[in-house]
Every structure is written in structure tokens, then in C-alpha cells.
């Protein structure tokens, strides 16, 4: 016969007593707390737990901003046949409807483009779908001279066929990317767009056939990377109409500010002068106006003649 087997018994645990003289120093928690805190981050006790033998773990609410739903907890512990409780620990821990942070991600996967400064290092990616191998120099110096102009020579890597297609996308979605021109309606706006502009240079390489650069100040997308179908008020042929063309400054009146003429008003002393000179002047009779004084005659000299000559002046 085989003896019947019995499961071996589990040892019961049996459950921490609380500790009375630990359990009622709750103004001591209180005071532990506010060493550590700032003035109004600790709100009423809520409860008291058995953490342990002679181990008690008193919970007070937080009333900081943002941490809604964490409790401060202070542990107080208790030597044996000791009076009094002692400060053991105390903590900041998250409820069941606490806010937590997201779990914890790489930065690297964290990390977005717009975080990055000018100053700020990135590091190397050996594998970048983006990038793919460069042209090495072979020695032949037209073919280098070729590929540093069209396949970039001199870089270990370039754009590969994914890097130019998110760079497309990316640019088309932008600020800059294709859009309808003069929707405002205003007067001397142009319907055209960066294809006919002046101020735009084109690109190199694959994506010169969609992009470029503006090179206008007034644009607001000066030093930018435009689409050819994105258009602006700043393009080169603005103000075509021709009650809008400029005046040329040849033409029109020209005024000539450089002389100034200067007009004396007359003064009391200068009417008292006039009349004192027209008192002493005598009267004169004028004649009429529609009798006319002879012109005198004008003298005309009389010829020499033998008769005038003095005797005895000829031979």
C-alpha cells in the first residue's frame, strides 16, 4: 500500500500590529514634513497604516499644483520599550488617480527637430536611411572634377532617394510650399508664382526641377526654400498697371528752392521820406495824352567847304 500524499501547509503571515504609541505621534510626522516641504505643500492626515513590527506609516495629502492624486507619507518607527517614536523616512508616492509622467523613451527616440538648437551636437548615426555612400576620389582628375560638381565629392555621404522624398514632403507641407497667389485681391499684385520671379534661384541636383531659394528682403521668404508654384506680394513684377507705374523724376515741374526772394515791407520812416521829396519837387504841366511833343531836330554838321578855309592857308 502507498501512503496517501499530502500538500505540505504554507506558514500563515500574520499581519503587522499597529503600533499605538507610533500610530498617535502624528504631530511629529506633520512636523517632519514641513522641514522638507515649502509652506502649504502638506494638507490634512488621511490615514495611518501597520508598515511593519513597531513600524507605522502615516499618509497626508498634497496640496502642491500639478500633483493631484500623490500623498506625502512619513514612516515612524519604534525601538522595543522605547516611549517614543522615531522619524524613519519620508516620501512623495503616487495614488491609484495620480498624474504620472509617460514611461521612460531613449532621447534619441524622444527628440524632436524643432528641439534643436545651432549650437547643440547630434550624434552619429552610422546606419541613416536619409544617407547614402559618396563619391571616392579615383585619381582621374576629369572624372573627380565631374563628380565633386554633380555626385559630391569629398563627403563620405549624400542624400539618398528617401532623404530628398521626406525633404519634398516636408518643404511641400510648409510655409512655403505651393499655393494660389493674389487670393487677398489687392491692386498690383501679380497671379504669378516663384517660376517668373527674378529674386529666385534655383537648386541643384535632383530637387532643383520642384525648388529653390528666395532672394528678396522684402519677401517673407527670403533665404528660404520656396516651391516654384508659392508666390508672394514681393515678386519681381509687381505693379504692372499702368495707372500704378512710378512718375519718372525727369519729368513734371521742378521747382528751384535754392533762391529765396526776400520783399521789405515799407516802414513809417520810409512814407515820410517819399512825401518830404515830393513837397520839394516843383510842379510840372503834363500835356495830354493824345497831344505828342515834337522830337527837336537833330543837328546835322555842315560839310567843310574851300570858302571856310582862313586866307593865306593855301599854298
Not at 505621534?25 to 522641514?35: F, K
Not at 508664382?193 to 519677401?219: D, K, M, P, Y
Amino acid at each position: 500500500m502507498t501512503s496517501p500524499t499530502t500538500a505540505p501547509r504554507r506558514p500563515r503571515t500574520a499581519r503587522p500590529k499597529l503600533d499605538a504609541i507610533a500610530a498617535e505621534a502624528v504631530e511629529l510626522a506633520r512636523e517632519a514634513l514641513l522641514e522638507v516641504t515649502e509652506p502649504g505643500q502638506v494638507g490634512e492626515h488621511l490615514r495611518v497604516e501597520a508598515s511593519g513590527e513597531r513600524l507605522v506609516t502615516h499618509v497626508f495629502e498634497c496640496t502642491m499644483p500639478g500633483y493631484r492624486g500623490w500623498s506625502w507619507v512619513v514612516v515612524l518607527t519604534r525601538a522595543s520599550r522605547a516611549k517614543a517614536a522615531t522619524v524613519a523616512e519620508s516620501a512623495l508616492l503616487p495614488g491609484e488617480e495620480a498624474i504620472l509622467a509617460p514611461d521612460w523613451e531613449p532621447w534619441s527616440e524622444r527628440l524632436k527637430p524643432s528641439d534643436i538648437g545651432a549650437d547643440d551636437l547630434l550624434p552619429f548615426h552610422e546606419q541613416d536611411e536619409r544617407l547614402e555612400q559618396g563619391y571616392e576620389a579615383t585619381g582621374d582628375e576629369d572624372e573627380d572634377r565631374v563628380a565633386l560638381w554633380e555626385l559630391g565629392l569629398g563627403r563620405p555621404r549624400v542624400l539618398s532617394p528617401e532623404g530628398r522624398s521626406d525633404a519634398a514632403e516636408r518643404w511641400l507641407e510648409g510655409d512655403f510650399g505651393p499655393r494660389q497667389t493674389s487670393g487677398r485681391g489687392r491692386r498690383g499684385t501679380v497671379a504669378a508664382n516663384c517660376t517668373s520671379c527674378g529674386f529666385f534661384t534655383q537648386l541643384s541636383g535632383a530637387l532643383r526641377g520642384e525648388f529653390g531659394v528666395c532672394a528678396n528682403e522684402w519677401s517673407p521668404a527670403d533665404g528660404r526654400v520656396v516651391h516654384l508654384n508659392y508666390g508672394c506680394g514681393a515678386h519681381s513684377e509687381t505693379g504692372q498697371l499702368d495707372e500704378d507705374r512710378e512718375i519718372p523724376r525727369s519729368s513734371g515741374v521742378i521747382v528751384d528752392e535754392l533762391d529765396v526772394e526776400v520783399e521789405e515791407t515799407p516802414t513809417a520812416e520810409d512814407h515820410g521820406a517819399q512825401d518830404s521829396a515830393a513837397v520839394a519837387e516843383p510842379a510840372h504841366e503834363t500835356a495830354p495824352a493824345h497831344e505828342t511833343a515834337p522830337a527837336p531836330a537833330a543837328e546835322v554838321p555842315e560839310a567843310d567847304s574851300p570858302e571856310d578855309e582862313a586866307p593865306g592857308a593855301g599854298a
